[in-house]
Structure formats: C-alpha cells, structure tokens
C-alpha cells in the first residue's frame, strides 16, 4: 500500500516504548518495526552493546537503505515504527520522516536510568537520548512545519485507555481496543536483541500497573549527572505532552 500512515514513535530505552509496539503490533491494521536503524548505529559507531554481533547481521545496516524500509510499500493501512533518536547519529538520513507523523514518548529520565542502569553497566546521556530527541524533534518541526505529538509513559500508565485514544485521535486513527492487551510471548517483528531486553514483555498480556507520582530516590552521583544532563531536554518536551496533567510524576 502507498498510503500507509507511517507512525515513527521516538523514543529512548526503558520508556515503555516495546508495550507500545505491542500495543499497535496488535491492531489488524498495523505493521510494526522494531528499531530498524539499530544495526547500522552499531556498525557505524562500533557502540558496546549485548548481542552486538548478532544485530549487526540479523538487519541492513546501510543507512539509507534502512531509511528507504521505513518508507514501504507496507501491506497494511498503519505502519508503527519504534525509532531511538541515539540511533540517528550525524550523516544519518531523516529527511524520510517528514513522510511519517512522529510522536515522542517520554518517561522522566530519573525513572529511565533507575531502570538502564539494571541491564546495562555503563550508561551515558546519550543512551537515553533527551538531547537528541529534542534535536529530533525540532528538525521534523522544520521540515514539516508541524510540532510533533508527545506522550508520556506515566500518562499511558496511568490510564492506558483514555490515552491511547487520545493518541490515536492525535496521530489521526481510530482508536482499537485491542490496543490495551496482548498474547505473552515473542512476536515476529521483535529484534534479536528481544531475548536481552524483552523478557518482562515477553511475559506480559497489557500495560504493567501505574508508576507511582512519586520519583525513586536520588540516583547515585553519575546517574544523577546523566539526569541533569537530560532534564532541560525533557521538561522542553514535557510540557506539551498530550493529556499533561491527567497523571505522570511529579517533577
């Protein structure tokens, strides 16, 4: 189909961004694609990640190629595209969004790093993406002439219905109540790199329960730097979030 309404969904890891894919994987409508320029950031940038090898020869890993994926053709009416702003270093090409109707999903980077830092040892500002995301963000502004939506994980959370709908009007679909559950268990278009990540989605059948309104306590000193690092990028971007003020946490 030609005219597919492509979702990119940007957003950085942690952030409930594969209980999204799950979500939008469920409709009968939808074709989803997970991180499809994952392996050409690794190849590109020789980045230290789990099961780099394996990435790096399940995917294309020319950028413009991968680019050219993300325009179709697609088989369905929606294609939802899981993107991480890191991924899309300098060179990378992202002229092909402004054919996409992008989103942003945010999760305060307190509650991302408390997580990230669980599966990964060394972290920077740049794996979480908040800078970038902005930068992002105001380039499709640009090209498109249209501010992106945004969405936050707490939000979802806390009432995953209201909002999903509310995204769905935002995005321009209509709102499927398949949405809001799913089998456990891989799915086709899940990365290798699933068996690292995924194994508290891989057990899931819907959204987890809401995150307190409460952050977790203070993080250790070089998670907090990382989070001082990203705050000004997230508050940027959070104070437009649709639905702003129907949960979240406090900040």
């Known amino acids: 189909m030609t005219d597919t309404k492509i979702i990119a969904m940007w957003s950085g890891p942690r952030n409930l961004s594969t209980a999204m894919m799950r979500a939008f994987g469920n409709r009968a409508d939808c074709t989803a694609m ?42 369905t009416p929606v294609c939802y595209q899981k993107h991480m702003p890191h991924h899309m270093i300098g060179g990378f090409p992202l002229d092909w969004a402004a054919r996409a109707t992008n989103v942003f999903l945010i999760r305060h980077p307190r509650r ?6 669980r599966k990964k040892q060394s972290v920077t500002e740049r794996d979480i ?20 939506v945004v969405v936050a994980s707490e939000d979802i ?38 068996e690292h990540w995924y194994d508290a989605i891989w057990k899931s059948t819907g959204f987890s329960t809401p995150e307190s309104l409460d952050l977790p306590p203070e993080l250790p000193d070089h998670l907090a730097e990382i989070e001082a690092e990203a705050l000004p990028a997230w508050e940027a971007m959070a104070a437009r979030r649709i639905g702003a003020g129907k949960g979240g946490s406090k900040a």
């Open 157 to 194: 959370l806390a009432e995953p219905e209201a909002m999903l709908a509310a995204l769905c009007a935002a995005v321009g679909i209509d709102f499927d109540p398949a949405m809001l559950s799913w089998e456990a268990g891989p799915r086709a278009e899940d990365g290798v790199w699933g």
């Open 112 to 117: 991302v790093l408390a997580s990230y830092a």
């Open 34 to 75: 997970d991180e499809p320029f994952y392996g050409a950031y690794l190849a590109a940038t020789g980045a230290d990640h789990p099961m780099k090898e394996a990435i790096i020869a399940s995917m294309e890993c020319d950028p413009d190629a991968v680019a050219r994926q993300c325009l179709g053709p697609f088989a």
């Open 129 to 148: 993406g908040y800078r970038r995301m902005l930068e992002i963000d105001r380039h499709v502004t640009e090209m498109t002439g249209k501010t992106p």
